[in-house]
């Protein structure tokens, strides 16, 4: 039996593999919408199964006559008849693509799959298409016990933009001392929908009664006890866990959205929500959902595999737990690039656990693994996180951010008892911890506390000098120069702790912030230059050696255009 169940794992991890290795073979092979599922891709082109294996498709029947491989003849086929050539689906409407390539266009539609879906000319050709997605599964909501509440938004116009974040207050049921035990969303406009996060607010929180614009939560709202996004049909808590609603818990919540509108629609709009199922006769522990991962992310554009690292140290874990705390559940999230994400758990060093392993992720098809046997983490515990891309259909570099376009690397795990955990985030900005940082920890010698505050004793000549010798926005005047070099010195301006306090900077609504780091940044270019050319002249020996003069102007005319 054991041989059986390996070589069937075996046999599906081959075709998993399969089906990835030839989308490499068709222009933008690993970004082909799904006809009928809006925001979904659908990552075996050439196969009847959105996911890939089994038996092909029109344009996968036409892919295997044609050797597998992209030809002019296969680009310039209309294989699922709709009118449009194989190579306008996919963004080659020229056939010039060659593999490796990136695609002049992306793709727009399936070659495989008749569109318009529902059109008279498609329907009949489109019976095999499955468009509804999996139903969802929570036994313990059929208990008589449990009661269920729908939160919406009223209906909403959503703005003309392609990521748009707004925020809404809700008063959660308080006749009771309850559990939140699951949730399912309510998907008006499928359309934009990308994801929903509910966070527990404070009792003090500002109720924000009609959906507002907002960030990632907010001061007073900062534990997720709910989340959705594409893919997912709902959440059901472990047995032995629930969220803590009503009069012992949370009294109030604020729902997020994700809107995603990349076609710049202004007429949509939405009503979308989620369901809450919760119960009177509670679980022996309360939960929260805590998030790790990176903050930063630089991913360069035609890659096979880009690999990025996260780590919450010992001493990270320190500081946010003040006892042991047990996991229940774990997911994993990247957008459309995402290829690969692990989770580790780490004691003295040690791997001792694997929290998610997941060499197949899909950003269309979310995994939530649950754990039968809880597993344990102390204070003093590392928790790291690798995320692998693949780029190789991108023309630029791609960054950390809120849009499908951008990417994201953070793992969420279900983790009780909430009493034990300070703060439910654990998150690096490349080796730096947020976590020490927004703490005001010393980091690499860095008080941030003092480099941020112009009147402590020990910055404010040198903010003096920035203030009367640099203009922002200007070229570098002679005396801003030497006061630059003098400030490039501090610790908060070295390495990965200086380059994170500029990025925050450049995220700063703070005029005074913004003003400071572009009168700093006037001289960067020139004190580069001086820099080159005395190392140029150090590794000459004599001026017999000296660099050719056309090479320096030649440097000179690169650095500046």
Same mark, same amino acid.
């Given at each position: 039996?054991?041989?059986?169940?390996?070589?069937?794992?075996?046999?599906?991890?081959?075709?998993?593999?399969?089906?990835?290795?030839?989308?490499?073979?068709?222009?933008?092979?690993?970004?082909?919408?799904?006809?009928?599922?809006?925001?979904?891709?659908?990552?075996?082109?050439?196969?009847?199964?959105?996911?890939?294996?089994?038996?092909?498709?029109?344009?996968?029947?036409?892919?295997?006559?044609?050797?597998?491989?992209?030809?002019?003849?296969?680009?310039?086929?209309?294989?699922?008849?709709?009118?449009?050539?194989?190579?306008?689906?996919?963004?080659?409407?020229?056939?010039?693509?060659?593999?490796?390539?990136?695609?002049?266009?992306?793709?727009?539609?399936?070659?495989?799959?008749?569109?318009?879906?529902?059109?008279?000319?498609?329907?009949?050709?489109?019976?095999?298409?499955?468009?509804?997605?999996?139903?969802?599964?929570?036994?313990?909501?059929?208990?008589? &016990?449990?009661?269920?509440?729908?939160?919406?938004?009223?209906?909403?116009?959503?703005?003309?933009?392609?990521?748009?974040?707004?925020?809404?207050?809700?008063?959660?049921?308080?006749?009771?001392?309850?559990?939140?035990?699951?949730?399912?969303?309510?998907?008006?406009?499928?359309?934009?929908?990308?994801?929903?996060?509910?966070?527990?607010?404070?009792?003090?929180?500002?109720?924000?009664?009609?959906?507002?614009?907002?960030?990632?939560?907010?001061?007073?709202?900062?534990?997720?006890?709910?989340?959705?996004?594409?893919?997912?049909?709902?959440?059901?808590?472990?047995?032995?866990?629930?969220?803590?609603?009503?009069?012992?818990?949370?009294?109030?919540?604020?729902?997020?959205?994700?809107?995603?509108?990349?076609?710049?629609?202004?007429?949509?709009?939405?009503?979308?929500?989620?369901?809450?199922?919760?119960?009177?006769?509670?679980?022996?522990?309360?939960?929260?959902?805590?998030?790790?991962?990176?903050?930063?992310?630089?991913?360069?554009?035609?890659?096979?595999?880009?690999?990025?690292?996260?780590?919450?140290?010992?001493?990270?874990?320190?500081?946010?737990?003040?006892?042991?705390?047990?996991?229940?559940?774990?997911?994993?999230?990247?957008?459309?690039?995402?290829?690969?994400?692990?989770?580790?758990?780490?004691?003295?060093?040690?791997?001792?656990?694997?929290?998610?392993?997941?060499? &197949?992720?899909?950003?269309?098809?979310?995994?939530?693994?649950?754990?039968?046997?809880?597993?344990?983490?102390?204070?003093?515990?590392?928790?790291? !996180?690798?995320?692998?891309?693949?780029?190789?259909?991108?023309?630029?570099?791609?960054?950390?951010?809120?849009?499908?376009?951008?990417?994201?690397?953070?793992?969420?795990?279900?983790?009780?008892?909430? !009493?034990?955990?300070?703060?439910?985030?654990?998150?690096?900005?490349?080796?730096?911890?947020?976590?020490?940082?927004?703490?005001?920890?010393?980091?690499?010698?860095?008080?941030?506390?003092?480099?941020?505050?112009?009147?402590?004793?020990?910055?404010?000549?040198?903010?003096?000098?920035?203030?009367?010798?640099?203009?922002?926005?200007?070229?570098?005047?002679?005396?801003?120069?030497?006061?630059?070099?003098?400030?490039?010195?501090?610790?908060?301006?070295?390495?990965?702790?200086?380059?994170?306090?500029?990025?925050?900077?450049?995220?700063?609504?703070?005029?005074?912030?913004?003003?400071?780091?572009?009168?700093?940044?006037?001289?960067?270019?020139?004190?580069?230059?001086?820099?080159?050319?005395?190392?140029?002249?150090?590794?000459?020996?004599?001026?017999?050696?000296?660099?050719?003069?056309?090479?320096?102007?030649?440097?000179?005319?690169?650095?500046?255009?």
């Amino acid at each position: 039996m054991a041989k059986g169940i390996c070589l069937c794992l075996c046999l599906l991890f081959a075709s998993t593999l399969g089906f990835k290795y030839f989308q490499s073979k068709i222009p933008n092979g690993d970004s082909v919408p799904h006809p009928c599922k809006p925001n979904y891709l659908w990552h075996g082109v050439g196969h009847r199964n959105e996911l890939g294996g089994g038996s092909r498709n029109p344009f996968g029947e036409d892919f295997d006559a044609a050797g597998k491989i992209w030809t002019q003849e296969l680009c310039r086929k209309d294989s699922d008849g709709d009118g449009k050539t194989n190579g306008e689906e996919l963004g080659d409407p020229n056939c010039v693509w060659r593999e490796n390539a990136i695609p002049d266009k992306n793709a727009f539609s399936h070659p495989g799959v008749c569109e318009p879906y529902n059109s008279d000319l498609c329907r009949p050709k489109n019976t095999w298409v499955q468009c509804e997605l999996e139903s969802f599964k929570c036994d313990a909501i059929n208990q008589p &016990d449990v009661k269920n509440k729908t939160l919406r938004y009223p209906q909403t116009q959503v703005p003309n933009l392609e990521t748009n974040y707004f925020c809404m207050t809700f008063e959660l049921p308080n006749d009771g001392d309850y559990h939140l035990i699951a949730t399912t969303p309510y998907i008006d406009n499928e359309y934009v929908m990308h994801h929903i996060l509910l966070f527990g607010c404070e009792d003090s929180v500002t109720q924000e009664t009609t959906p507002t614009q907002c960030g990632m939560g907010s001061d007073k709202c900062r534990t997720i006890i709910g989340a959705w996004a594409v893919g997912g049909n709902g959440e059901c808590a472990h047995k032995d866990v629930g969220f803590r609603i009503g009069q012992k818990g949370f009294k109030f919540a604020m729902m997020q959205f994700h809107w995603n509108n990349p076609e710049l629609r202004s007429d949509y709009k939405d009503s979308s929500g989620m369901t809450l199922y919760y119960t009177p006769n509670r679980r022996p522990n309360d939960a929260a959902i805590m998030m790790v991962g990176q903050d930063y992310l630089e991913i360069p554009p035609g890659k096979d595999r880009v690999e990025v690292d996260a780590k919450c140290s010992a001493k990270d874990t320190n500081m946010i737990f003040t006892g042991p705390v047990y996991i229940t559940k774990a997911f994993n999230h990247m957008h459309y690039l995402g290829r690969e994400e692990y989770i580790d758990q780490y004691r003295n060093g040690v791997k001792i656990n694997t929290l998610t392993n997941e060499p &197949d992720y899909s950003y269309d098809r979310p995994r939530f693994l649950e754990y039968e046997t809880t597993i344990k983490i102390m204070p003093g515990d590392e928790i790291r !996180t690798k995320c692998v891309f693949k780029s190789s259909s991108k023309s630029f570099t791609t960054f950390q951010g809120d849009a499908t376009s951008d990417e994201m690397c953070f793992g969420f795990l279900t983790v009780h008892p909430i !009493t034990n955990v300070r703060v439910p985030w654990c998150v690096s900005w490349n080796d730096i911890s947020l976590i020490q940082l927004y703490s005001n920890q010393v980091i690499n010698g860095c008080d941030r506390t003092v480099f941020t505050n112009a009147s402590h004793p020990e910055m404010v000549e040198i903010y003096r000098k920035i203030d009367q010798r640099c203009l922002p926005l200007s070229k570098c005047l002679e005396e801003c120069k030497e006061v630059v070099k003098e400030i490039k010195l501090h610790p908060c301006m070295q390495g990965d702790i200086g380059e994170s306090m500029k990025w925050f900077a450049r995220l700063s609504r703070n005029v005074d912030v913004l003003t400071f780091y572009s009168k700093i940044e006037s001289c960067d270019l020139e004190i580069l230059r001086e820099q080159m050319l005395n190392e140029m002249g150090r590794n000459t020996n004599g001026a017999s050696q000296v660099l050719p003069h056309f090479f320096i102007v030649s440097l000179l005319i690169f650095m500046f255009f």
